[in-house]
């Protein structure tokens, strides 16, 4: 069965750098999304991406934060400059338009 | 979207049907309901979804209320890989729609 994959498994990183998180959706799908989820706190959606723009975003997804579909088959969220607070898992998902499948996750931790 | 309710945990002996509801008393006429469930803290996997009709899958059955209200995922024969946290969500059946994730139901099954 396809999935949605997502690379690195684990990103350490230092404050203030710059991170960028990738994801491959299943092939036939058109719409994206990253999700975020802080340590014993809820899944929080970040962005929504559809037809090369974003289509949705949340409070979260500030000037810090962008998304990117480089070359059709890769879809990248890049973290500026990272703060303490940024520490989460990032969830990539994609969908044709639903059920949205979800990869396993980047854990980033910022130092 | 319409708000969920769900009960924070259950237990459930292994081999034995687990019973988790869900109640979406503002849901509208074009909202489905959608359940996911996390293991550990894997990406959120896709479980069902249904209208108004019951619906069954090789996973799960969702049961509906005639009013659609509230809905009930039974796992026929829960086994210890079952233990997740299962998360009901009511959204619109196209599109780019974001997903709110509540608390869920922590579901333990035990040996």
């Known amino acids: 069965e396809p999935e949605v994959t997502q690379t690195p498994s684990h990103q350490v990183t230092q404050m203030g750098q710059e991170v960028i998180l990738r994801c491959v959706p299943i092939?036939?799908?058109?719409?994206f999304y990253w999700y975020r989820q802080i340590l014993g706190q809820k899944v929080e959606f970040l962005v929504s991406f559809y037809n090369n723009e974003i289509s949705e975003k949340s409070e979260i997804f500030d000037d810090q934060f962008s998304v990117e579909r480089p070359d059709g088959s890769n879809f990248t969220l890049k973290i500026r400059s990272t703060k303490l607070e940024d520490s989460a898992m990032y969830f990539c998902?994609?969908?044709?338009?639903?059920?949205?499948?979800f990869g396993d996750g980047t854990r980033l931790s910022i130092l | 979207d319409a708000k969920t309710t769900q009960p924070p945990s259950m237990d459930c002996a292994e081999g034995r049907a687990a019973n988790l509801p869900c109640n979406h008393s503002?849901?509208?006429?074009?909202?489905?309901v959608y359940w996911y469930r996390q293991i550990h803290s894997q990406g959120p996997q896709y479980i069902i979804h249904g209208l108004k009709n019951n619906e069954t899958n090789e996973m799960a059955s969702l049961i509906i209320t005639e009013d659609r209200k509230s809905s009930t995922l039974i796992l026929p024969h829960a086994t210890l890989r079952d233990t997740a946290v299962y998360y009901c969500?009511?959204?619109?059946?196209?599109?780019?729609?974001?997903?709110?994730f509540g608390t869920g139901t922590r579901l333990k099954v035990l040996a």
């Open positions: 092939s036939n799908h058109l719409y």
């Open positions: 998902a994609s969908s044709d338009p639903q059920p949205q499948h």
């Open positions: 969500i009511v959204i619109r059946d196209s599109g780019t729609y974001k997903y709110i």
């Open positions: 503002t849901i509208s006429g074009n909202e489905y």
